[in-house]
């Protein structure tokens, strides 16, 4: 009974707490948590799929060993953090449909049966694209480019048969990807010299009559930019202006340590979002390695002179890039939470460091650091401040 009395006579102490008091404590509440998350055992860290569960689903690009859960690192790691699922390549063009008359649905089959396993939110990507698309899409028997009818035909047909197959199964698509220059001009890639600029616009139509409750999405990098940026939102307004609903922008996000800022970065998700459209990170990663130009990187031989200029961190990743990693992912997510109710979807574009695309991008062989979970499938400190992002956002 005293211990009950006692109790009773400290309640209103705790509700006369002065703010500035009770500000103080919440602030060491949230280091608590910050040390807790980063020194406790990783067998019950948090879910980021239930952190954002009330925000935006958190996505993960699969490659084919993952979806067809032969990836046992992996596999947990995927079930346990994300409710939405991109395969990195099965739907592209050169995968699912390698020649005229050959259509192989073997992988994309196996990708959308385990979204459905798992109860996750299925998207497609991508149906048209400058890369991994066969030549033979473009040309005739005799290697000469086709004429605007037949390319039309040819992308009617290859997107009502793969939009169509998945009907009601895959909710969104990502129909057209990378259009844009980065000066903010149409990109001059085949479908562009052979249709012309109306291939974006046939695209979304054929889109629509293949799946119509389907969710349609254009998507590119780089949109940060000004200029870019600028010729993308050109592009959604003449589609808008043409009647074709597109149901959000995808905003690739391959990020740099440095690049983009965060005024960029939210600059950029208000623009599309004053289009009426929702916004999609579509493909995140933080690329922490030395920049190179593209060409000259898949040109280029990893020497082992070159090695210390390019590939510094090839047997680890430096404490002070990784606590800068975790603070670019954390001030970046601040911004995706501060954009809730615009944001549909965060997807990164791998699982691990051992996955990424930026190993072999755009040269070959080295290792880079750019996700949320390491080479043994651990959370790294990038984690921490994603999840610190979210909890932050609840108060």
Not at 144 to 164: A, Q
Not at 238 to 256: P, S, T, Y
Request: avoid cysteine; charged fraction near 25%; glycine fraction near 6%.
């Amino acid at each position: 009974m005293r211990k009950d009395s006692k109790r009773r006579r400290r309640k209103p102490m705790i509700m006369k707490m002065k703010p500035l008091r009770r500000t103080l404590i919440q602030i060491a509440a949230g280091l608590l948590l910050s040390t807790t998350l980063a020194k406790s055992s990783r067998t019950e860290i948090p879910s980021l799929k239930e952190i954002f569960k009330n925000d935006f689903m958190i996505g993960a690009a699969l490659n084919r060993r993952q979806f067809s859960e032969e990836d046992a690192r992996a596999a947990p790691i995927i079930r346990a953090h994300f409710n939405s699922i991109t395969p990195e390549n099965q739907l592209k063009w050169m995968y699912v449909h390698p020649a005229p008359d050959k259509y192989d649905f073997t992988g994309s089959d196996q990708y959308v049966a385990f979204g459905e396993k798992y109860g996750m939110y299925i998207v497609g990507h991508t149906l048209v694209w400058h890369r991994q698309t066969p030549d033979w899409v473009f040309e005739d028997g005799s290697g000469k480019p086709v004429s605007r009818e037949i390319l039309l035909n040819r992308l009617r047909d290859h997107i009502h048969r793969v939009v169509g197959r998945y009907k009601g199964r895959i909710k969104g698509w990502d129909v057209v990807n990378e259009a844009i220059d980065a000066n903010g001009t149409m990109r001059q890639s085949k479908w562009m010299k052979i249709i012309g600029e109306d291939y974006v616009a046939k695209a979304f139509e054929f889109a629509h009559e293949a799946d119509p409750d389907a969710q349609l999405y254009y998507n590119d990098y780089s949109l940060e930019n000004e200029p870019k940026r600028t010729g993308a939102i050109q592009l959604i307004k003449k589609l808008q202006a043409e009647g074709i609903a597109v149901a959000a922008i995808g905003l690739q996000g391959h990020n740099k340590l440095d690049w983009p800022t965060v005024e960029q970065q939210d600059a950029t998700i208000a623009a599309f979002a004053k289009l009426g459209i929702k916004v999609n990170i579509t493909e995140l990663d933080i690329d922490v390695l030395p920049a190179i130009d593209e060409e000259a990187g898949l040109r280029l031989k990893l020497t082992p002179e070159l090695q210390a200029k390019l590939n510094p961190f090839a047997s680890s990743l430096p404490e002070a890039i990784s606590k800068e990693q975790s603070r670019r992912y954390g001030e970046l997510f601040g911004v995706y939470v501060k954009y809730r109710d615009v944001i549909d979807r965060i997807t990164f574009w791998g699982v691990t460091d051992g996955d990424t695309w930026l190993n072999n991008w755009p040269v070959r062989g080295r290792t880079n650091y750019p996700l949320l979970f390491d080479r043994q499938g651990k959370p790294k400190l990038a984690f921490d401040a994603v999840v610190n992002a979210g909890l932050n956002a609840k108060h």
